[in-house]
């Protein structure tokens, strides 16, 4: 009898070992890094089945049980970050608290509201056309004090971390928060000394942001612009156009490309375009904010091609240094073109 009471003993510890090494030992197979996405809506047997297919879990006897002892029967949406060691009764607990991993979402630079929605459906749980509906919807913007033109100025070059599950409205609540914490009193004061608005800074910021990569010129830059806004003199900033063309892969602007009907042809037009053309960076804004005073009206690519700018007051000036850099374009298009192998 006491042999019989010591192997049922025995017995027991086995089975209690051997369920407590199912429920918190390694279960999950995955590389590091990887993670589950639960979809809104999804049921754990969803889940369960997505686990299998992607053979993160060998079997499911486990996880089911598991699921009824923790009353998991309602999965919270979200991206979890599944490790490589984790224990069932570890995913089922994550799982059921919601404890997701955020998405950081990085704003470089977009030149279109349809960019931003691209890059925001392929990291989030709405898609594209989910962002771009927010994007283009009146009322939904009017709230924020912005229209399909000027909205994307609210877009501030931070990185943003939110639930995979957030909705384009909690997305751009966030980044409408970072836009409001931008415009301190401070520079919404500058702002005022130059007769702009925030939306009009931004703007004026976008176009440098696009004419220049060169960090140390955006203040003159930025100076022959407001100095051609105050004086009633249209822009003729060349990004305005291939913004209005949606060409941004155009090397020259030409006269035909001047001809472009849109207000944002700043050739045709006097004044700042409707909304920015992209989304500058803070570099450009304070630019736009910090602006020397200067006489510069005119600015034109260095022939050396070195990324510079010769800047002028007269347009005489201009005009010899727009011929010297027209001439070194030509010179170098003349030499890319004898340097391409012939067609047989």
Known sequence: MKKFLLIILALALFGGGFAAWKFFGQAINTSQGEFLYVPTGAAPKQLRDSLLARKHLSGTYWFDLTARILKFDNARPGRYRLKEGMSVFQLVRM???????????????????????????????????QMISFLNNRDSLARYGFDTSTVIAALMPYTYSLNWNSTPRQLFDRCYAAYTRFWTAERKSKADSLGLSPVEVVTIASIIEEETNFGPEKPNMASVYLNRVRKGMPLQADPTLKFALRDFSLRRILNVHKGAVSPYNTYMHKGIPPGPICTPSVESIEAVLNAPQTEYLYFVASSNFDGSHIFTTSYEDHLKYATEYQQALNRRWDSLSRSKPQQP
């Open 95 to 129: 799982l059921r608290s919601g404890r997701q991993e955020p998405v950081n979402f990085v704003i470089t630079r977009f030149r279109t509201r349809e960019d931003f929605a691209r890059r925001a459906g392929r990291q989030f749980e709405f898609d594209s056309l």
